[in-house]
T-cell receptor
Framework: GDSVTQMEGPVTLSEEAFLTINCTYTATGYPSLFWYVQYPGEGLQLLLKATKADDKGSNKGFEATYRKETTSFHLEKGSVQVSDSAVYFCALCTGGGNKLTFGTGTQLKVEL | EPEVTQTPSHQVTQMGQEVILRCVPISNHLYFYWYRQILGQKVEFLVSFYNNEISEKSEIFDDQFSVERPDGSNFTLKIRSTKLEDSAMYFC???????????FGQGTRLTVV
């Protein structure tokens, strides 16, 4: 079945550091890929998405590129801020249904 | 900005009791979902609901679970006889149509004691 594997957290970075959160997937067919973010005390929010190979999703300085050859969708940001501290979830959706398959989430903590 | 709202934010219940988790999806959305996350584990799909019936459910969604849209605005998840292992964060989500861009609520933390 479909699955998503994310790097283990927590990840602790200094402000303005470069961020990479790795995400790889296993899926039948051609999935759409997503990054969701959960800020403290809030629900899951869609951060970015990519629906086909080589697409790059971007939002709020975050980027991720759909790499079919490596089945990856790594999240990157060039300069993190304290306000980026949150839990980040990689997810996929396949076929005609709307069911999302999530990774375990990676907690990011950004310090001054 | 429209949002999905869930109540309560935290529910504590005794094992064997019934609980109902409530959600108000975004008003023009047509598809509704429940997910759960056991502490430290993945967010897992439970069930999707469209046109007043279940469209897909996971293995987790057994006979103790049921969903309902009782009044055209609320979407509820009922757990008939809670078990300790039902303790988790439960997320409600909705989508406007078959696109997978889901909007999630803040979650209900269910603790079964």
């Amino acid at each position: 079945g479909d699955s998503v594997t994310q790097m283990e957290g927590p990840v602790t970075l200094s402000e303005e550091a470069f961020l990479t959160i790795n995400c790889t997937y296993t899926a039948t067919g051609y999935p759409s890929l997503f990054w969701y973010v959960q800020y403290p005390g809030e629900g899951l929010q869609l951060l970015l998405k990519a629906t086909k190979a080589d697409d790059k999703g971007s939002n709020k300085g975050f980027e991720a590129t759909y790499r079919k050859e490596t089945t990856s969708f790594h999240l990157e940001k060039g300069s993190v801020q304290v306000s980026d501290s949150a839990v980040y979830f990689c997810a996929l959706c396949t076929g005609g249904g709307n069911k999302l398959t999530f990774g375990t989430g990676t907690q990011l903590k950004v310090e001054l | 900005e429209p949002e999905v709202t869930q109540t309560p934010s935290h529910q504590v219940t005794q094992m064997g009791q019934e609980v109902i988790l409530r959600c108000v999806p975004i008003s023009n959305h047509l598809y509704f979902y429940w997910y759960r996350q056991i502490l430290g584990q993945k967010v897992e799909f439970l069930v999707s609901f469209y046109n007043n019936e279940i469209s897909e459910k996971s293995e987790i969604f057994d006979d103790q679970f049921s969903v309902e849209r009782p009044d055209g605005s609320n979407f509820t998840l009922k757990i008939r006889s809670t078990k300790l292992e039902d303790s988790a964060m439960y997320f409600c989500a909705s989508t406007r149509d078959r696109e997978p861009e889901a909007f999630f609520g803040q979650g209900t933390r269910l603790t079964v004691v």
